[in-house]
């Protein structure tokens, strides 16, 4: 029973370039949450997607898009890396868009140098 | 804006001991809020979780106390063990809300000494 997966594990980037992070949901989930974990805080929500459409967005720029397919899975764009955008990008699956658990993938270390 | 505040942020405790984490919420349409224990490099996992219905809810050594009035909600760890050791996040969401979105506490590192 494969739970949230998400790839790359890890990644190395340099300042000004773009990246792409993926996420497969729990089967039968429909929804996905994407979230920004910087070293010793708390995640922070960038996006939620259900059925193919953004349902919520956090406090972030507009370097940061996501999208989510026809099988549920998700993409995280982020555009002209900086440094600080260095962190663990957690991906949450849950069932419907709202009044469901969050479960989580073990995450995307991006490190931008 | 949404705020959880998590305390202590770091806490140590004889193993046997009771441990205590403490989290207040400022959005009064919170309504769920999940206790997750996350070990050093890997996921994020909900341990326990309660809604604002209740006031209390128990599982084994685990247990979540919740005020509605204060916007206060407390995880209470007994007879700790070593494998306890982890960063705690405390979170807080709207359910039946326009989204799932999470907003979590800043975490408190729990070490549990043998």
């Known amino acids: 029973d494969a739970g949230v997966t998400q790839s790359p594990t890890h990644l190395i980037k340099t300042r000004g370039q773009h990246v792409t992070l993926r996420c497969s949901p729990i089967s039968g989930h429909k929804s996905v949450s994407w979230y920004q974990q910087v070293l010793g805080q708390g995640p922070q929500f960038i996006f939620q997607y259900y059925e193919k459409e953004e349902r919520g967005r956090g406090n972030f720029p507009d370097r940061f898009s996501a999208r989510q397919f026809p099988n549920y899975s998700s993409e995280l764009n982020v555009n002209a890396l900086l440094l600080g955008d260095s962190a663990l990008y957690l991906c949450?699956?849950?069932?419907?868009?709202?009044?469901?658990?969050?479960?989580f993938g073990q995450g995307t270390r991006l490190t931008v140098v | 804006g949404e705020n959880v505040e998590q305390h202590p942020s770091t806490l140590s405790v004889q193993e046997g001991d009771s441990a205590v984490i403490k989290c207040t919420y400022s959005?009064?349409?919170?309504?769920?809020f999940p206790w997750y224990k996350q070990e050093l490099g890997k996921r994020p996992q909900l341990i326990i979780d309660?809604?604002?219905?209740?006031g209390e809810k128990k599982d084994q050594r685990i247990a979540v106390t919740l005020n509605k009035t204060a916007k206060h909600f407390s995880l209470h760890i007994t007879e700790t063990q070593p494998e306890d050791s982890a960063v705690y996040f405390c979170?807080?969401?709207?359910?039946?809300?326009?989204?799932?979105?999470?907003?979590f506490g800043t975490g408190t590192l729990l070490a549990v000494q043998p």
């Open positions: 949450a699956s849950s069932l419907q868009d709202t009044n469901t658990e969050a479960f």
């Open positions: 979170a807080a969401s709207t359910f039946g809300g326009a989204t799932n979105k999470l907003i």
């Open positions: 959005d009064s349409a919170s309504n769920y």
């Open positions: 309660i809604r604002s219905n209740v």
